[in-house]
């Protein structure tokens, strides 16, 4: 990778989109540390960190803005009304005909729907700005309100003021996404969520730093540290390992083309191969997964403490990060959703007919219905591979954390997910690239 980074760098043009790119970024920054008006920030930092040692969905969301989120800055919402507006398009442009039609359309109906996704992603920004200023409005930390104004006509432009700034930052970091879509090098809203959990890894060495210390003042009570600190390391970088080794892996289905004569030339009669991804759903059965189950720790969050004693109490404590039940769970979400974005992204009987029409067989396999019937046989097998991928990387960190008692790492197999595919997606670009720049002319 970074002998690629090297020979891109060494290409002017590429070497100024990179430049663009790690520009785009530092506005990123720069915008994620711009508090809103109206708020306590004091009070906001000592609130989000109880509240990230939650599970809750708000310090999901923080670990995507990077901690913009937990200190209510320009860009606290992050890419995320982007994401789940994406979602949103790509679910109704299965269900609903006259999208699906538009996306067939070629470009230009590309291009519409992805007008519509950015006034969604508007729409869902404005909607997450308002839940997140009235969490805040109804929030103290140690008797301290983190609204400085909460009646009167100060409380009503306050909140106006506060809500427009969250919506705002949502529009600007799409804008940003395209700018480097268009000028820079990668996926521009991947590229920002992939600088956003980065930037959160000096809290992580930090919090390791936490836990040697510890060890070193008090050796009898957390001499364990020691081992476990390494061990975490070792760990992490062997998820890294096994990301890469399995982004890269796919089950190639075998495909003979029959000789046709047209007019006087013969063609087919090649052998070819339709590529099936093993991870082919990347990381969004972890997001769909993760998002479903924040949602009881969310609600007891908005209901603060008023439910201490009896079922409830049980009920929330079950869901929580460390419950045995919400493993389970966040298990069996992760299979069912690798298996429903299968459904969305493959459909078995047109394969098999566009293989029909174009004279291709899968050998052994008679054409129509049965290598319909193969074909998702094979989808099948090889997305429970993925999903049981996916599920062992989103459960590790957990799994870990409960058995070393190291709960708030704020690197989790979602992050690192993002950060590895983000980072071989870039580079397969650069590449790309570079090969088309170094492609021979027809009078060289």
């Given amino acids: 990778m970074f002998k ?27 915008g994620s540390v711009i508090p809103v008006p109206f708020l306590n920030t004091t009070a906001l930092k000592g609130l989000m960190s109880t509240v990230n040692e939650t599970g809750s969905a708000l310090s999901y969301l923080d670990m995507l803005s990077g901690g913009a989120f937990a200190n209510a800055t320009l860009f606290a919402m992050s890419v995320t009304p982007y994401i789940n507006s994406s979602i949103i398009m790509q679910l109704l442009t299965v269900a609903i005909p006259p999208l699906e039609r538009l996306a067939k359309e070629g470009e230009e109906g590309r291009k519409k729907i992805a007008t519509m996704t950015r006034y969604v992603a508007v729409a869902l920004g404005l909607i997450q700005g308002l839940a997140y200023y009235f969490y805040l409005r109804n929030s103290s930390y140690q008797g301290t309100p983190i609204a400085k104004y909460t009646s009167g006509w100060e409380q009503v432009f306050s909140a106006v003021i506060i809500v427009m700034v969250f919506t705002a930052g949502t529009a600007l970091m799409m804008w940003l996404g395209e700018q480097i879509n268009q000028f820079g090098i990668g996926n521009g809203i991947s590229i920002l969520l ?8 000096p809290s992580t060495a930090n ?27 070792v760990i992490f970088l062997g998820v890294i390992w096994v990301i890469v080794f399995m982004n890269d892996a796919e089950h190639r289905i075998p495909i003979q083309y029959a000789k046709r004569v047209v007019g006087r030339k013969m063609y087919g009669g090649q052998s070819s191969h339709i590529p099936i991804k093993v991870s082919m759903s990347g990381v969004m059965p972890i997001i769909f997964a993760s998002s479903i189950l924040s949602i009881p720790s969310t609600i007891q969050l908005f209901l603060g403490n008023r439910v201490t004693t009896g079922f409830w109490k049980s009920f929330f404590d079950a869901f929580s990060t460390t419950g045995w039940i919400y493993s389970i769970l966040y298990f069996l979400l992760i ?4 298996y429903f974005y299968l459904q969305i992204q493959y459909n078995p009987l047109e394969m098999a007919n566009n293989l029909r029409q174009n004279n291709g067989t899968i050998p052994g396999i008679r054409p129509g219905k049965p290598t319909a019937d193969y074909i998702a046989k094979i989808l099948a097998k090889v997305t429970l591979i993925g999903a049981l991928f996916l599920a062992f990387i989103a459960l590790l960190p957990i799994v870990f954390g409960a058995a070393a008692n190291m709960h708030n790492l704020s690197m989790g197999g979602t992050s690192i997910l993002i950060v590895v595919g983000v980072a071989l997606e870039t580079v397969k670009q650069l590449e790309s690239q570079m090969m088309m720049r170094h492609y021979k002319g027809f009078l060289d």
Avoid: E
């Fill in 335 to 338: 299979i069912m959703f690798a």
């Fill in 4 to 30: 690629t980074l090297k020979n891109a760098w060494s290409i002017p043009d590429l070497r100024r989109k990179i430049l663009f790119t790690l520009m785009i970024i530092i506005v990123f920054r720069f």
């Fill in 194 to 201: 992939f600088a956003g959990i980065v930037a959160r890894l």
């Fill in 207 to 233: 919090q390791l730093g936490r836990y040697l210390q510890a060890a070193n003042q008090d050796p009898a009570s957390y001499g364990q540290y020691y081992f476990l600190v390494p061990l975490f390391v």
